[in-house]
């Protein structure tokens, strides 16, 4: 199982973003490490909610676009039927029709996760 969330780099390290906090993933095979675009050129965020909010602007610029097989659902922002879907990266699935499966629309129903679990 993997545990996302904001961590603080060890303060006593001695390393730029010691202190900062980091959107990471932990599991007891291989530790912890860096997730999304923290795991980039990062240089770390003054508090948990920063990393979190970094995560989500990943999670916005990597949206998975899909269909439901034979069924239909109301969009969530309009309320008009349709069989489309938009998934953010280890998040929710949302129902969107075609005009309503933006990043945009998906940052106005959506907010930073605290913490994700997934395997």
């Known amino acids: 199982m993997n545990y996302a969330e904001p961590r603080q780099v060890d303060p006593k390290l001695d390393k730029d973003d010691a202190g900062k906090w980091r959107w990471t993933v932990s ?8 997730a999304g675009y923290c795991a980039e050129d990062c240089p770390g965020h ?9 995560y989500h602007e990943y999670q916005l610029g990597n949206i998975r676009l899909s269909s439901l097989q034979d069924t239909q659902h109301p969009c969530e922002k309009c309320g008009e039927w349709t069989g489309l879907i938009a998934s953010l990266p280890h998040g929710d699935t ?4 075609e005009p309503h499966r933006t990043k945009e629309v998906l940052a106005e129903i959506t907010s930073p996760p605290s913490q994700i679990w997934y395997s």
Do not use: F, K, M, S
């Not at 599991?27 to 860096?34: D, E, F, H, M």
């Not at 003054?46 to 970094?54: D, I, K, N, R």
């Open 27 to 34: 599991n007891r095979r291989i530790g912890v490490w860096a």
């Open 94 to 97: 949302y129902t969107l029709c």
């Open 46 to 54: 003054e508090t948990p909610l920063e990393a979190a909010q970094h």
